[in-house]
């Protein structure tokens, strides 16, 4: 069982920076990809970004590509969204996602919500304009 902890959501004005961190437990998290979704009120869930297992490949929702950085650090057992340029429509709660199977795939893969096993409860994100 992997349990998943997001945290360093909050309100900041368009155009700032905010750091989201989510903390795993278990001691095979090298071993999971790893991705970001968000929920905005009234819409489902979707995609922002992914980085492998191996930290290789990373992929990105069109809509923040440019803007949006994911790392992972696999000595802490975190994954990282470095989030710059922020717009209104990013406020949603963001949730990471945690893939056990050892399997790199591609953009396809890691941006479908059924490919993870594994979810945390969310941090709100909100961008006032």
């Known amino acids: 069982q992997v349990q998943l902890v997001e945290s360093g959501g909050g309100l900041v004005q368009a155009g700032g920076s905010l750091r989201l961190s989510c903390a795993a437990s278990?001691?095979?998290?090298?071993?999971?990809?790893m991705g970001w979704f968000r929920q905005a009120p009234g819409k489902e869930r979707e995609f922002v970004a992914a980085?492998?297992?191996?930290?290789?490949?990373?992929y990105y929702a069109d809509s923040v590509k440019g803007r949006f950085t994911i790392s992972r650090d696999n000595a802490k057992n975190t994954v990282y969204l470095q989030m710059n340029s922020l717009k209104p429509e990013d406020t949603a709660v963001y949730y990471c996602a945690a893939d056990q199977t050892i399997y790199t795939g591609g953009y396809l893969y890691y941006s479908e919500k059924n490919t993870y096993d594994y979810w945390g409860q969310g941090t709100q994100v909100t961008v006032s304009s």
């Open positions: 278990g001691r095979t998290f090298s071993r999971y990809g």
């Open positions: 980085v492998t297992w191996s930290g290789s490949s990373t």
